[in-house]
């Protein structure tokens, strides 16, 4: 057991550090896995933990969680850093597992970041798993299907933590304000405001959050009395952002996101480009940028450029790897593409008005021609019966009627006269005339 230094003080431990949920009750988020009756909960309660790997963005609680299992449960605990363990120190751990498990007890081994460790590495643990002389718990913000090995992965239950949504991170402030872990001691005043503007500003994370937090503490005017104030002027200089750009009840960060918008379907791009930077400006998550973006350039642009929906997703992937402030021109370069792109609206138009017809005619059946028949009973029941191939006709095409009979010759895309689009009108025109003429 390590024993702590005599100069040893937790107050000197950085505030995220010292306000780590020690039960799942202090535990803010993840409510899909930790409410009463989800199955985690009922496992970590239950001290029922089997191999497992937490997938998540940073700051939502993965080590934390770890942290808790550690303090429920009645196994050894052992806690790995991928980036200062190798297969040396694997093997002298894993080794102590297997004499602990023949004497009768189990060993969780938690390993942080887990996606830092080769293949071989990660081999290492495989046969300790398999019969059970681990149990592992893996912390990872990447995708566990592409770093983790298939036959470790395939021992493992991955449970995925969300970002932290606004109010969660608000909660965790005003509790860091409050407990005597973190500044219940001090007498700090700090607006609703300005918390909801730090959980803004952390963009899910609640390790940011609490950072930020003790920065604007730290930093706030200070009283004869002991009272610490924290001004306007000390959290925009903490966050280098103008706070005032977004309100409260988060009204002008729906008014930015709006503009953002028309300006695009304007094609301003001096107009975009602002408005796009004073949302990263002031604190927004690139990353729903990009998914405006993207949805944009369907709905808006959609077969007029095809190309731009890939730009769009581009910008989107080029934010999730190196995030802001570098992701700001790639940002740039989707907004104002989609700003000089030729526009049509088509595809939103065909979806809404189907969506409609959906809704109201729930009940129609698949035409018979087009159902798959796998079984005899199926064939006799005329399913597939005169389906026709297209790849077997010279034109590719087919008379075929595809609609249920109550919608039978209803059309939904109607293509503009907008760039490419011009294209596949002609080409859909051809279509239709082919087949009304057999």
Known sequence: MEQKSLFENEN??????????QSLDEFVGQEHLLEEGKILRKLIEEDKISSLIFWGPPGVGKTTLATIIAHKTNSDFINFSAVTSGIKEIKTVMTQAEQARRLGHKT???????HRFNKAQQDAFLPFVEKGSIILIG????????????ALLSRCKVFVLQELKTEDLVKLLKRA??????????????????LEVIAKFANGDARNALSTLEMVVLNGECSDNGEITVTQETLEQCISKKSLLYDKNGEEHYNIISALHKSMRNSDPDAAVYWLARMLEAGEDPLYVA???TRFASEDVGLADPHALEI???AYQACHFIGMPECSVHLTQAVIYMSLAPKSNALYIAYETAKKDAIKELAEPVPLVIRNAPTKLMKELNYGKGYQYAHDTVEKLTNMQCLPDSLAGKEYYHPTEQGLEAKYKAKLEQIKNWKKSH
Do not use: H, M, W, Y
């Not at 969780?108 to 887990?114: G, M, P």
């Open 12 to 21: 000197n431990q950085p505030l995220a550090s010292r306000l780590r949920p």
């Open 108 to 114: 969780i081994v938690f390993v942080d970041e887990i």
């Open 139 to 150: 912390a990872t913000t990447e995708n566990p299907s592409f770093e983790v090995n298939s």
């Open 177 to 194: 304000i409050t407990d005597e872990r973190g500044f219940g001691n001090q007498k700090v005043n700090i607006t609703e405001e300005q």
């Open 291 to 293: 998914r405006r973006v």
């Open 312 to 314: 769009a997703v581009a």
